[in-house]
């Protein structure tokens, strides 16, 4: 991996976004936050990327949240408080609102903000030795508002509470059954199964899966019905050449060959 604490590569439409501080269990530093968010836009502005992966760099940790040391620093300074909260929430803005799908992969321990980061992502797959914890009651923090949404949407009112009240530790199998993951697979098969399931994606109507995020968020939010923009993106796809590419393949018994970006 990369001597940097973070780093992008991309291979075949997939992005991997790879946080490598293992010797500290994958902390996010105030920087790594920085140079997180700069790496999501980056990946999203680039048009060979067609899917995004986060993960870490080796099966240890994804993220174990902030780093503590640099907290110390922070304590008593409100000031210095909302200029760290005001980055973590940036970069994870910068995941939840990417145009281009991101997927989780979490080995290994997932605590406080390696759980926000996780929630930013569209997916999240986890290895069978995936811990994860919510812990702000065990260090007197308080979550934002959307960090909070995004738990109560996945695991509901009463079990996000549950997590954040009690600050207790959750292995995988649990986590994939109250709905925080999607997926759950063997430790030596979860960096396969997101790499092809990431492939899978990068073969499918970019147009559809990019407005499919776009709708999904929408209903979530509240919407009962088609908005302006999204009656043009539903509209459009039928002057595209996906829908043309998609049915003639259909018709041919053949893989569709997309190539809108």
């Given amino acids: 991996m990369s001597a940097e604490p973070i780093s992008l590569s991309t291979t075949d439409g997939v992005a991997q976004i790879v946080i490598d501080r293992t010797h500290k269990r994958n902390a996010m530093s105030t920087d790594m936050w920085r140079t997180l968010r700069n790496l999501v836009d980056q990946a999203a502005g680039d048009p060979a990327v067609l899917v995004i992966i986060l993960r ?9 949240g902030a780093d503590i040391e640099e907290m110390l620093h922070i304590v008593g300074s409100e000031e210095a408080a ?3 909260m005001n980055t973590v929430r940036a970069t994870e803005h910068a995941l939840s609102e990417c145009a281009k799908p991101v ?3 979490i080995r290994g321990i997932c605590i406080g ?3 926000e980061l996780a929630l930013g992502c569209d997916l999240r797959f986890a290895s069978r030795n995936a811990r994860f914890a919510v812990p702000p009651a065990k260090l007197g923090l308080v979550y934002s508002v959307a960090s909070t949404r995004r738990l109560i949407q996945l695991v509901g009112l009463g079990r996000a509470r549950d997590l954040l009240y009690s600050a207790r530790t959750l292995e995988a199998a649990e986590a994939l059954e109250i709905g925080l993951v999607e997926r759950m697979f063997d430790d030596d098969q ?11 994606l990068a073969s499918r109507s970019q147009y559809s899966i990019r407005a499919a995020k776009r709708v999904s968020a929408a209903a979530v939010a509240g919407g009962s019905d088609d908005d302006d923009a999204i009656r043009r993106l539903r509209g459009s796809a039928f002057t595209g050449k996906d829908l043309e590419e998609g049915i003639t393949a259909f018709m041919e018994k053949r893989s569709p060959r997309f190539t809108w970006r």
């Fill in 82 to 84: 909302w200029a760290l």
């Fill in 113 to 115: 903000g390696g759980v």
């Fill in 56 to 64: 870490g760099a080796d099966s240890s940790a994804f993220a174990s």
């Fill in 103 to 105: 997927i989780a992969m």
């Fill in 190 to 200: 979860v960096e396969l199964e997101t790499l092809r399931y990431a492939g899978v």
